[in-house]
């Protein structure tokens, strides 16, 4: 195996870690190293047990409980992303990882006009649509979305969401029929297709316009209610409830048992502990500080039911309209 800089060593490290562990190494990043870094685990080739034991000894690392050899990829960047920024902001950079990662077979449609797109591929079966539109820039995939009709721009969505990663023979095939048929187009090719299907939906509806989301979802919630609802949690995370403008945030904390909040914040930095802190009176933050304090070791699933208690009052508050939510692109959520 060709030697790896410190950078791609790095990468192999996080990847070997569960995803609780890697999240408190990246907290302790700034956005542009966790960025740098997740391009390289994004980029990593594949590895052997000795590749990783190689790099584990290198950098003094215990590999006593990491045999288990963890490949790097998209996926794990992505999820080890939301982890640290939301769903939306790794929906962003992910995006713009795409350029320092290679092509794939379908690159090219994201320099076909997304009406010419519609016009043509509308009338092919709907999982040929979704596999083109997962594998192409979100913001260009949305783009394509809001200009189909509602019951196919469902069924789209909801196909996407449940795509699991194709074979690069495949992915390969697909674009060489898709290139001849658009042979006016030009292409970039090569590459394989490594994809997470509710990931890339969610950044697909995050970047259409809100009519367009509001009513995929809805149609999904008659359809599939247990898809809709995952996509609905993975399109808003704890970690977007500190991102709220303090106005939003104070509306919310008025609704909610502070002892769940306590229980949510278990772990979490020192910043977004102070962004719900000045968002209650002085008297209510100390008793939540308190409250933290004599918490105790939690089980993670404990914290994650708290953590979700609060993102559903979010939801169920912005879909009543007593408050809004804004999104990285500036656009709202009502």
């Not at 195996?1 to 870690?17: C, F, G, H």
């Not at 596999?131 to 721009?153: C, I, P, Q, S």
């Not at 970047?207 to 808003?236: C, G, H, V, W, Y």
């Not at 209510?284 to 699933?301: N, T, V």
Request: aromatic share 2%; glycine share 4%.
């Amino acid at each position: 195996m060709t030697p790896l800089t410190k950078s791609q060593q790095a990468a192999v490290v996080i990847a070997q870690l569960d995803e609780a562990r890697a999240h408190k190494v990246l907290k302790n990043l700034s956005e542009s190293e966790v960025i740098e870094l997740m391009a390289e685990v994004t980029r990593l080739p594949t590895m052997t047990a000795e590749d990783v034991d190689k790099v584990l000894d290198e950098l003094s690392v215990v590999t006593g409980s990491l045999a288990d050899v963890r490949q790097g990829g998209s996926d794990i960047a992505e999820r080890l992303l939301r982890e640290r920024v939301g769903a939306v902001r790794a929906a962003q950079i992910m995006d713009e990882l795409q350029s320092v990662v290679a092509d794939h077979p379908l690159a090219f449609i994201n320099r076909i006009d997304p009406a010419q797109i519609v016009g043509f591929m509308s009338a092919e079966h709907p999982q040929l649509l979704a596999v083109v539109l997962a594998h192409v820039n979100r913001d260009h995939a949305a783009r394509v979305v809001e200009r189909l009709d509602d019951d196919l721009r469902t069924e789209v969505a909801r196909r996407v969401a449940k795509m699991s990663p194709l074979p690069p023979d495949v992915m390969r095939k697909v674009g060489a029929e898709l290139d001849y048929r658009l042979s006016a187009f030009a292409r970039a090719g090569g590459g394989s297709s490594e994809i997470e299907g509710v990931a890339t939906i969610v950044g697909i509806l995050t970047s259409a316009d809100q009519a367009t989301e509001k009513q995929i979802l809805a149609d999904l919630e008659e359809r599939d209610p247990a898809m809709a609802e995952i996509i609905r949690n993975e399109m808003f995370v704890f970690e977007d409830v500190a991102q709220l403008d303090d106005q939003t945030l104070q509306t919310v904390l008025r609704s909610v048992v502070l002892k769940n909040v306590a229980l949510a914040l278990k772990g979490k930095p020192d910043h977004v502990v102070q962004k719900f802190t000045r968002n209650i009176s002085e008297r209510a933050a100390e008793e939540l500080l308190e409250d933290m304090m004599s918490l105790g070791p939690q089980r993670l699933s404990v914290v994650e039911g708290a953590e979700a208690s609060i993102v559903k009052l979010v939801r169920s508050l912005a879909d009543a309209g007593t408050i809004t939510i804004e999104r990285g692109t500036d656009e709202l959520i009502s």
